[in-house]
């Protein structure tokens, strides 16, 4: 398996612009993740699915942010409209069920708001 | 919810030296610590972990220690490398339910050569 395949590796977008970051997790496990990386806060949690289903939203920042799990091989957060506070690097990890505490992390998206 | 408390947050050690990296926890529940690396740019990887039920693991050149009754565990990285250069997060999780570690907010371990 090629692991968690995270897309785009980076995005540069102007204040006020949608961005979309997408995110495939490993086949076969049932969890998946959404963290931002800050040197301020560190490894945040976002949002996590399971089966597809959100369970827990509570990191989401504020309403701007937005994340959906179409199916269980596709994941995507989206920020509209972007902040320069939200330059980050945002990582998507996955894992088995019963083993959430074992995550797997992919290469994460470097975003940079001007 | 559970907080977990990493220190420091920068360390810095020349090649040969040993270097330990400290953590607590709060939630008495949690049974489970892994301790994952995060070399610059990459992502990160879980390198090793300790339940609950055990006091220290080792491999190879690290070990974890865990003390249930101060709430606390470490990572012990001896005859350190320029390679061991990298971010460090611990973490915890508690059983049940909700297995999602917490983790700590990352040191940042300079080797130098």
């Known amino acids: 398996d090629a692991g968690v395949i995270q897309s785009p590796r980076h995005e540069v977008t102007e204040m006020g612009q949608e961005v979309t970051l997408r995110c495939k997790p490993i086949?076969?496990?049932?969890?998946l993740f959404w963290y931002r990386q800050t040197m301020m806060r560190g490894l945040e949690l976002l949002i996590y699915?399971?089966?597809?289903?959100?369970?827990?939203d509570s990191g989401m920042p504020e309403d701007r942010f937005s994340a959906k799990m179409p199916n269980a091989s596709f994941s995507t957060l989206k920020i509209q409209p972007s902040e320069p506070r939200d330059s980050a690097v945002y990582f998507c990890?996955?894992?088995?069920?019963?083993?959430?505490?074992?995550?797997?992390f992919g290469a994460g998206t470097r975003l940079s708001v001007l | 919810g559970e907080n977990v408390e990493q220190h420091p947050s920068t360390l810095s050690v020349q090649e040969g030296d040993s270097a330990v990296i400290k953590c607590t926890y709060s939630?008495?529940?949690?049974?489970?610590f892994p301790w994952y690396k995060q070399e610059l740019g990459k992502r990160p990887q879980l390198i090793i972990d300790?339940?609950?039920?055990?006091g220290e693991k080792k491999d190879q050149r690290i070990a974890v220690t865990l003390n249930k009754t101060a709430k606390h565990f470490s990572l012990h990285i001896t005859e350190t490398q320029p390679e061991d250069s990298a971010v460090y997060f611990c973490?915890?999780?508690?059983?049940?339910?909700?297995?999602?570690?917490?983790f700590g907010r990352g040191t940042s371990l300079i080797v130098h050569p």
């Open positions: 990890a996955s894992s088995l069920a019963g083993q959430q505490n074992i995550q797997y």
């Open positions: 300790i339940r609950s039920n055990v």
């Open positions: 086949s076969g496990h049932d969890y």
């Open positions: 973490a915890a999780s508690r059983p049940g339910g909700s297995y999602i570690p917490t």
């Open positions: 699915f399971n089966n597809n289903v959100p369970i827990d």
């Open positions: 939630d008495s529940a949690s049974n489970y």
